[in-house]
């Protein structure tokens, strides 16, 4: 999402509105997805991404990932 100049005071950024706020957020049983419902009802589905174990010294690369 791009930054807003003033993120603390919605009311005067002219390119935000109320309506595009988060009404619920809701997760998958398995934590993959978020589905985001806005408070004019837009529903907007978010991967998450991979959980990052500090005990687990391998890190998968972005290539690697994406072939499992």
């Known amino acids: 999402m791009p930054e807003l100049l003033n ?3 919605p009311e005067l950024n002219s390119e935000q509105k109320y309506s595009k706020f988060p009404f619920e957020v809701k ?3 398995d934590c993959v997805f ?3 419902t806005l408070a004019n ?3 907007k ?3 998450m991404p991979p959980i ?3 005990l687990d010294p391998y890190i998968a ?4 990932t994406a072939a499992t």
């Open 27 to 29: 997760l998958s049983l």
């Open 7 to 9: 993120p603390e005071t």
């Open 52 to 54: 990052l174990s500090p």
């Open 41 to 43: 009802g837009e529903v």
């Open 45 to 47: 589905i978010i991967k």
């Open 34 to 36: 978020m589905a985001v």
């Open 61 to 64: 690369t972005p290539a690697e």
